[in-house]
């Protein structure tokens, strides 16, 4: 393979490797050393669960591994015989076989993982089925399962909508003192809440580099490196990374080092990623001189309603704006401003199959958006982590059909 069609790494990544690894040790010997551990959906209280002290697990960012490792598709028929559909969520079915059958990536860190929950703390404001996993979870370990319940189809945010949510977050701090055993310390919640807030605008520094032509990061290189803000919000260590890799790609920009060689289009990617191909989709982009400079799915860790002088209110507005679970109009403004801003020249939609929720094609948002911004797009049909419900062929086929389209501009 030429080098051109070798995705460049970035000198940070060392750093995130270790930095990830020292999340999961410390994530793992946690219940040894008696400290509690608690789940949380992606956009879950996170900031509150960690100032209260608990080790903070995110089952989604495992379903990512497993599909990210191939593993997902022998699990996901272990849940289905358990009674969970094919046609669910797969993270929470490839979750759930993996627990079923004692096998997970985090084993082959070295690690006993994942940990068991001492509480399950969801937030309903991305889909139903994270409840649903993590009531799974709580009935198999009769340990509490705890929630958030967040409208859904949000258009303009109004003060009544912040107040209910936050009400409800409010509500967890009884019942998550008794299980972490102590009482929650306001002034560190602010600071959690102010180390969260750092670390998402350095995130958001960090994909906004992909503005520049050529972009020095794209969509592949970002489901990477989004790992410390996916589960380590709220953590200097995510702020200290972040800071690192936003350096290098300042350098990257000043010196004209595009992710892709010779970049010649430039793509938005709506939707889930591919775990399991996301080196044959970025190999066959970088071939083709596409750079996928911007994604809806790494901008979904952007959190910039936190606020430490209000924590609670700053929470339910920044849970609550993230685009799952806004209205189609809004979701088609957002892009709409995402097109414009990466300057791009097309749109992919992922169509997966077991997430409605985080499909955007099904509704006619893509003919609707072609109209109204002349960008052509195309509709890839696949799953986030089922790939028996993905064809390679078809898939490359479509894509390069996409490329000469776009190349005719
Ligand atoms: S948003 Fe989609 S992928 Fe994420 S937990 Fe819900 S159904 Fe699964």
Same mark, same amino acid.
């Given at each position: 393979? &030429?080098?051109?069609?070798?995705?460049k790494?970035?000198?940070?990544?060392?750093k995130?490797?270790?930095?990830?690894?020292?999340y999961?040790?410390?994530?793992?010997? $946690?219940?040894?050393?008696?400290?509690?551990?608690?789940?949380?959906? &992606?956009? $879950?209280?996170a900031e509150?669960?960690?100032?209260? +002290?608990f @080790?903070?697990?995110?089952?989604?960012?495992?379903?990512?591994?497993?599909g990210?490792?191939?593993?997902?598709?022998?699990?996901?028929?272990?849940?289905?015989?358990? +009674?969970?559909?094919?046609d669910i969520?797969?993270?929470?079915? &490839?979750?759930? +076989?993996?627990?079923?059958?004692?096998?997970?990536?985090?084993?082959?860190? @070295?690690?006993?993982?994942?940990?068991?929950?001492?509480?399950?703390?969801?937030?309903?404001?991305?889909? /139903?089925? %994270?409840? !649903?996993?993590?009531?799974f979870? +709580?009935r198999?370990?009769?340990?509490p399962?705890?929630?958030?319940?967040?409208?859904?189809?949000?258009?303009?945010m109004?003060?009544?909508?912040?107040? =209910?949510?936050a $009400?409800?977050?409010?509500?967890?701090?009884?019942p998550?003192?008794?299980?972490?055993?102590?009482?929650?310390d306001?002034?560190?919640?602010?600071?959690v809440?102010?180390?969260?807030?750092?670390?998402?605008l350095?995130?958001?520094?960090?994909?906004?580099?992909?503005?520049h %032509?050529?972009?020095p990061?794209?969509?592949?290189?970002g489901?990477?490196?989004?790992?410390?803000?996916v589960?380590?919000r709220?953590h200097?260590?995510?702020?200290?990374? =972040?800071?690192?890799?936003?350096?290098?790609?300042n350098? /990257?920009?000043?010196? $004209?080092?595009? #992710? %892709?060689?010779?970049e010649?289009?430039?793509v938005?990617?709506?939707?889930m990623?591919?775990?399991?191909k996301?080196?044959?989709?970025?190999?066959?982009?970088?071939?083709?001189?596409?750079?996928?400079v911007?994604?809806?799915?790494c901008?979904s860790?952007?959190?910039?309603?936190?606020?430490? #002088?209000?924590?609670f209110?700053?929470?339910? /507005? #920044?849970y609550?704006?993230?685009?799952?679970?806004?209205?189609e109009?809004?979701?088609?403004?957002?892009?709409a401003?995402? %097109?414009?801003?990466?300057?791009? !020249?097309?749109?992919?939609?992922? !169509?997966?199959?077991?997430?409605?929720?985080?499909?955007?094609?099904?509704?006619?948002?893509?003919?609707?958006?072609?109209?109204?911004?002349?960008k052509p797009?195309?509709?890839v049909?696949?799953?986030? @982590? !089922?790939?028996?419900?993905?064809?390679?062929?078809?898939t /490359?086929?479509?894509?390069?059909?996409f490329?000469?389209?776009?190349?005719?501009?």
């Amino acid at each position: 393979m &030429s080098s051109s069609t070798e995705r460049k790494d970035f000198d940070a990544t060392r750093k995130m490797r270790a930095v990830m690894g020292k999340y999961f040790t410390e994530l793992c010997q $946690g219940p040894a050393e008696g400290k509690k551990t608690a789940w949380c959906t &992606s956009v $879950g209280p996170a900031e509150l669960l960690r100032a209260l +002290g608990f @080790n903070v697990y995110f089952p989604e960012n495992h379903g990512a591994m497993l599909g990210a490792t191939r593993m997902a598709t022998d699990l996901i028929p272990l849940a289905n015989a358990r +009674g969970f559909s094919p046609d669910i969520c797969s993270y929470l079915t &490839s979750d759930v +076989g993996s627990y079923l059958k004692g096998e997970s990536p985090i084993q082959k860190m @070295n690690l006993p993982g994942p940990p068991k929950a001492d509480v399950l703390v969801y937030n309903t404001n991305q889909c /139903r089925d %994270v409840k !649903d996993w993590f009531q799974f979870y +709580g009935r198999e370990w009769k340990v509490p399962c705890l929630g958030i319940h967040t409208p859904r189809a949000i258009g303009e945010m109004d003060g009544a909508l912040v107040d =209910y949510v936050a $009400g409800q977050i409010e509500a967890l701090v009884e019942p998550l003192e008794q299980i972490a055993g102590t009482k929650l310390d306001r002034g560190r919640l602010k600071q959690v809440v102010g180390l969260s807030r750092q670390c998402t605008l350095l995130w958001k520094g960090v994909l906004e580099t992909a503005a520049h %032509v050529p972009s020095p990061i794209t969509f592949f290189d970002g489901t990477i490196q989004m790992g410390p803000a996916v589960v380590l919000r709220g953590h200097s260590d995510a702020v200290d990374y =972040y800071n690192l890799l936003l350096t290098e790609l300042n350098q /990257r920009v000043a010196q $004209g080092i595009g #992710a %892709v060689e010779g970049e010649k289009l430039r793509v938005y990617w709506e939707g889930m990623p591919i775990w399991g191909k996301l080196k044959d989709l970025s190999t066959q982009m970088l071939q083709l001189g596409i750079g996928v400079v911007a994604s809806t799915y790494c901008n979904s860790w952007i959190f910039e309603a936190l606020d430490p #002088a209000d924590p609670f209110r700053s929470m339910a /507005r #920044a849970y609550s704006s993230i685009f799952i679970c806004r209205s189609e109009d809004w979701k088609e403004r957002y892009i709409a401003e995402m %097109v414009a801003r990466f300057r791009v !020249d097309g749109i992919v939609y992922h !169509d997966a199959k077991t997430c409605p929720n985080n499909s955007n094609n099904r509704y006619g948002m893509p003919q609707r958006l072609q109209e109204k911004l002349g960008k052509p797009y195309l509709v890839v049909n696949g799953d986030l @982590n !089922d790939l028996r419900l993905y064809s390679e062929e078809q898939t /490359r086929t479509k894509i390069e059909a996409f490329a000469e389209q776009l190349a005719q501009g």
